[in-house]
């Protein structure tokens, strides 16, 4: 059962615009919720988070904003740079556990 | 610059023969984990390190064995490689409280595995 859930494959924008990367969980005990960016051969690179106190968390171009009572939470790029292309995942974790809970992730592609 | 590296970067084995990946970090952090990566798949979590204790979780195969000798190192051994375990292994870090788990992990670029 997927407790976190990133139901977008892929995602395209044109390079300026906003993206808006999404994803949903089952798991009402996550209180700490992360997002990561991935290029190809690289290892996961942290990008923000937030915690379950928090409804809105902000770092330059990246927001990452958590709705509570539905179990969402998404990740806005502002403007949207081609450097942004790569693979972002959706992370969880709760009740003191060291265990990341991660999704299946989201390619973002910015087009010129 | 703080960071986590993974040597090496690609390992190549034979089937069946140990390979031994290592991870260190100069982030001074108590946690380590050791992932499994295959393809675009999210991470899958073998073991982890607070300090020295050892989380094995429950679904990592036998196979699979880890030493931290210290808090800057740890090492992924895997005793008799299989095709399937043909990955991307990730080394992960973090500031670890008991009780306090919201801290992010840091990754190191990985090392690739193939086994022939």
């Known amino acids: 059962d997927q407790q976190v859930k990133q139901n977008s494959p892929s995602l395209s924008v044109q390079e300026g615009r906003i993206s808006i990367l999404n994803c949903d969980y089952t798991n009402s005990m996550f209180d700490y919720f992360l997002w990561y960016k991935k290029y190809p051969a690289e290892g996961p690179t942290f990008l923000i988070s937030i915690s379950s106190i928090k409804d809105k968390n902000e770092d330059g171009r990246f927001t990452v904003f958590l709705n509570k009572s539905a179990k969402h939470l998404s990740l806005h790029i502002v403007p949207s740079q081609p450097g942004d292309s790569a693979v972002y995942f959706c992370a969880a974790s709760g009740e003191s556990n060291y265990q990341l809970i991660w999704g299946a992730g989201t390619k973002l592609i910015i087009k010129p | 610059d703080a960071m986590v590296i993974q040597n090496p970067r690609y390992q190549v084995t034979q089937f069946g023969k140990p390979v031994t990946l290592s991870c260190s970090q100069t982030l001074n952090h108590n946690v380590m984990y050791w992932y499994q990566q295959k393809s675009s798949q999210a991470p899958k979590l073998l073991f982890h390190y607070y300090d020295k204790d050892f989380n094995n979780e429950a679904d990592t195969p036998d196979n699979f064995q880890s030493r931290r000798p210290n808090t800057s190192f740890c090492f992924l051994d895997i005793r008799s490689p299989g095709l399937g375990d043909a990955a991307m292994y990730l080394c992960?870090?973090?500031?670890?409280?008991?009780?306090?788990?919201?801290?992010?992990?840091?990754f190191g670029d990985g090392t690739r595995l193939s086994i022939l």
């Open positions: 992960a870090t973090s500031r670890g409280q008991m009780g306090f788990s919201n801290q992010p992990q840091h």
